[in-house]
């Protein structure tokens, strides 16, 4: 696996060179690098929105370990988010603690089961904002507010919540 994995990789890294060669590095540049790392940066954003920054600012997601992390509980901790038209783009990327609840589920069945899960989650289902636009501009503020104050967990306990980082 790892020799396909590698032979892949170097087929790929000459494809770029021979593109580089003929095409210059500029556009290059212009037609892969940067696609590709608006891409990176979208996903990780996405990721990193599904597992931090509730949209109630008071609201701190709890991290557990050890004894007190299970599957359940790890996966309830996640947050379902409104990417506005993003949402069917990446099949139904909003649905994400079903996702957690049930990783096998094909995502053209996620809509569907989020919302069987709500009914039974009750008032444990954090209903996600939804997006006042095509683009998803309201995430802007919990991503903010995120990136500002969660930095680092204790390293002690078993429900630790993120906290800013002290100097």
Not at 70 to 94: A, C, P, Q, V
């Amino acid at each position: 696996m790892v020799l396909t994995s590698d032979a892949f990789m170097l087929g790929m890294l000459s494809v770029l060179a021979a593109c580089t060669a003929k095409l210059g590095v500029a556009a290059i540049f212009n037609l892969y690098v940067m696609p590709y790392w608006m891409f990176v940066v979208w996903l990780d954003v996405v990721t990193y929105l599904h597992h931090h920054g509730s949209e109630d600012p008071n609201e701190k997601l709890p991290w557990y370990r050890g004894e007190e992390w299970s599957y359940l509980r790890g996966g309830l901790t996640t947050l379902d988010r409104d990417y506005g038209i993003f949402n069917k783009i990446h099949h139904n990327i909003e649905t994400h603690v079903v996702h957690h609840l049930f990783p096998q589920m094909p995502h053209y069945h996620l809509v569907e089961a989020t919302e069987a899960v709500k009914k039974v989650m009750g008032p444990y289902y954090r209903e996600p904002q939804k997006s006042p636009g095509p683009i998803p501009f309201h995430l802007l503020e919990p991503l903010k507010r995120s990136l500002e104050s969660d930095h680092v967990v204790a390293d002690t306990g078993n429900i630790v919540y993120y906290q800013k980082a002290t100097s």
